[in-house]
Structure formats: structure tokens, C-alpha cells
């Protein structure tokens, strides 16, 4: 009698404990799901824990298409609401607000809410990730890197890398017809973007196996590690920051560290001095750390420099490489716009004397819709996010956007919106003809984002595109092969990469006498 009542109370402690611990956690999961109901503003139904990302974290789907799922619900709202995991989410969908939040309110939305440890992560120190007083301190020191006078004196380094890329196509023509653009392009842009940001010529065209491109393809490279640390930051910041687990391999990290590290050591020693990013960089480390007397309140370190000259590189040799991949494709797939392009560039040519000089390419507004339809379809700003920094009123509405709101306004969505974009799985550079362009409202065109936090390397990319296209395009007739794949499959995850590569043709184009 005796045992069968302590079994009993022992299983009714158990019972007890279990149900304690099950309702603690049913709390935990869902204690911020009254959020948008109490708001008035219109949201979809949350899963416990998951909230409206069940599917995204079971890697059923990608996180833009849990996004434009989101997106499409509401078709008729300015504004909706979401949960991802545990945390609320505004989904702004109206221009006239995404152009507020960007531009004319940008006071109230100055940081894009990624917390990102800088002792966990070796980016967390780089101008996407630092939010504040601080970003803006380090964006006025990075900006002079990419002024128009800067630019063109790294034109010259693009051109050496491009005619390397030329070199490299005609090397290859002798054994095959069938090019995989998209690891040409990215050899390109690996190039363009070393020598440009690390001051380093990386010989991606000679050496198809250097350590650079190598170390850099672990940093997209799936694993457990990035999607336990992803899933994390999801669930609870908070533990993520706690745990510090570094997404990124030790031993890329300790690479790409030393590999700058290296390029200011070689340079203060032998008093080197290049117009390039690398150059801009050491300027602000010696402003900012080595001689702090402008900004004593905020304490930079070499980290939020080598961090930077790092974010440089994979915001432009990896989305470079995409966007010029898709436009090959894209203009073999429709040749009427490809002869339309190579007629452009020809003339423009011949305008300018017959070489690709910069005034040649401030010129070429034909290759800049090209390039912006490539974008609006493949790539461009995915989703653009923020956090409310002071509590916001949205104008003429009852909403009251708090003090921490994450924010997310869905370029993805917006730029293959019919209401905007007519027809948007079709390719049409003329969308963005000028009179085209002025048909549209402010805050739909998001390709590089928009306000102060715009892309910073926009400027640099749209020059190492144009170059890249100009060589390609007026010595080579691009056409789809027996690989050709159309449409491109895509790899899983969130960026819009191709899983098989693009191959195409290239066909030397014979010139008459």
C-alpha cells in the first residue's frame, strides 16, 4: 500500500512537472502573439513557436517565398503583420510609407535591427551590421571610397580584369563552345572586387583554384552550423547572443583577417599608396583608431575595419556575379534585346573614340535598363529591414509604430507586383525607360534600396556590370547550348543563385573588312 502511494504521488508529481513545464513553454511560444490583434492590423494566424515560419525552418521553402506568401495575402493593405518565430513583424506594403520609412522619416528608422554580435561574428563590426551613431560615423569615412573621382581612377583596374576575363573566354573557346557564364562572371567579379577592395590581384581567370575564391565559397556554403545559428538568431536573439555561435567557419574567418591584415602591413611599410577601397579603409583606421580625437564617444577597433573591407568584397564580388550571370541568360533567351544592346554599345563606341573610357560608360543608358530588369527579376534588394528607432506615427492612420518594431518592406514582392511591374515574369528593359521609370510611384524601385542606408557600392557595381557586359557582348554572339536551362534552377536558400551553373554559348562575332 505503502509503495502504490508513493508511485502514485511520484507519478502525479511527474504529471505535475510535465504539465507545469508544458504550459511554461506554450507560454513562452506564444506570449507575443497578441500583438497585431490588439493593433487592428491585419496578420496571418501564428503556429505556436513557429509563428508563420513553420515551413521556412522545416526548409520546406525559402524565407522570399514565406515573404511573398505573406505579401500576397494581403493585396489590398498598406500594412500587415507577421510573426517570425517569436517576433513581431510589420510588413509595410504601401510606397508612399516605404518611401517615409527610407527617405523622409529615415530619423525614426535609422538601424535594420540585425543584432549581430561582433565577438561572435567577424562581420558584426561592417557597415551593414552596425546600427547608430557609429554606423554613421563609419559610412562618412567608407563614403569618399566610392565618389565619382574615385571611380574612375579604379577604372583602369576594372578594364585589366576584364580583358583578363576576354583572354580567359577565347583560352577556352579552343576546347569547348559551352561556357558556364555564371563562374566566369564570378572569377570577374572575384577579381574586380579584390584588387578594388583588398588591393590584391587575385588572378581568378589564371588560377581557378586560388585560396580567395575558395575561402569565399565556404562562407555560401550550406551547413549545420549556419542553419542551427540562422534558426537561433529566429527564435531567440537573446540566446543567440548569449551563445555567440559563429555561423562562419574559424578557419575562413582567421583568412580573411590575415589576408587584410597583410595588405595594411605590406602598404605602411613600404609606403604604398593605391586609389582604391583598401586605401579609403587605412585612412579611416588611422582617423578613427590610431588618432580618435574627432569621435571619443564612440571606440572603433582594427575589427570594424578588417570587418568592412571584408562586407565590401561579398556585397560585390557574389551579387555581381549573379546579376551579370541571369542578364547573359537572359539576353540569349531573347535575342531581339541582345541585338538591341550590341547595336547600343557599338554606337557608343564609336561615339567615344572606340575604347570603354568612363565617359563611354556614364553613357550607355541602355545597358543601365538592362542591367536594372536583371535585377528587378533576379535579384536587387531581396527584402530591405529596419527597426523603428523612436516611437512613429504613420501618417494619416491609427497605427503606432513603437520604439524596436522590426520592419520589413518586401522588395522581392514589390518589384513582381503586376501593379507595378505589367507582365513582371517577362523581360523588358524598357520598364525602365525615363518615361517609363516616372510612371511608377517612389518606393517601388528598391534595387539598391533607397535612402541613407542605400547600397553603398551601387556606383562600383553598375561600372564593373557595364564594363563586363561591354566586353562580352561587342565581341561575342551569346546563345542558349545543349545545358542551357530555361527556367534557371535555383539552389535552395535565400539568395537567388543558379544550382547548376548558367551555360550558354558564346560565338566569337566575325567582323567584315
Known sequence: MILWMINCLSDSFTLICTTVVGLLFYYYSTATYEKW?????????????????????????????????????????????????????????????????????????????????????????????????????????????????????????????????????????????????????NKYATDVTGTCAFGLKLGSMTDEDNEFRKFAKLIFKPSFRLIFANTLVMISPKISRILKINPTPPEVEDYFISSFRGVIEYREKNNVNRNDLAQTLMHARKELILNNNSYPEEKFTEMDIISNAIIMYFAGAEPVSDTLGFCLHELAINKQVQDKLREHIITKM?????????????????????????????????????????????????????????????????????????????????RYSPEEKLKRPSGTDLLFGDGPRFCIGKRLAELEMKLGLSEIISKFEVLPCEKTENPIQLAAGDAIRPKNGIWLSLKPIVVNC
Open 37 to 185: 490583434r490588439k493593433a487592428n492590423v491585419p496578420h496571418l494566424k501564428p503556429v505556436p513557436l513557429f509563428g508563420n515560419f513553420y515551413r521556412t525552418t522545416m526548409m520546406l521553402e525559402s524565407l522570399n517565398n514565406t515573404y511573398d506568401k505573406i505579401y500576397k495575402q494581403f493585396p489590398d493593405e498598406k500594412m500587415c503583420g507577421f510573426y517570425q518565430m517569436r517576433t513581431p513583424f510589420l510588413m509595410i506594403r504601401d510606397p508612399e510609407i516605404i518611401n517615409n520609412v527610407l527617405i523622409k522619416d529615415f530619423s525614426h528608422f535609422t538601424d535594420r535591427g540585425f543584432e549581430m554580435d561582433p565577438s561572435a561574428n567577424f562581420l558584426g563590426s561592417s557597415l551593414f551590421f552596425t546600427n547608430g551613431q557609429k554606423w554613421k560615423i563609419m559610412r562618412q569615412k567608407i563614403s569618399p571610397g566610392f565618389t565619382s573621382g574615385k571611380l574612375k581612377l579604379m577604372h583602369s583596374q576594372i578594364k585589366e580584369c576584364s580583358k583578363e576575363m576576354i583572354n580567359y573566354i577565347d583560352r577556352k573557346s579552343k576546347t569547348t563552345d559551352q561556357f558556364d557564364v555564371h563562374d566566369i562572371m
Open 350 to 430: 564609336e561615339k567615344h573614340g572606340g575604347e570603354f573610357t568612363n565617359d563611354y560608360l556614364m553613357d550607355l543608358h541602355y545597358a543601365d535598363m538592362v542591367l536594372s530588369e536583371t535585377l528587378r527579376k533576379y535579384n536587387g534588394s531581396l527584402n530591405i529591414f529596419r527597426v523603428a528607432t523612436q516611437t512613429y506615427q504613420v501618417p494619416d492612420s491609427s497605427l503606432i509604430i513603437e520604439k524596436g518594431q522590426q520592419i520589413l518592406i518586401p522588395a522581392y514582392s514589390i518589384h513582381r507586383d503586376p501593379k507595378y511591374y505589367t507582365n513582371p515574369d517577362v523581360f523588358d528593359p524598357e
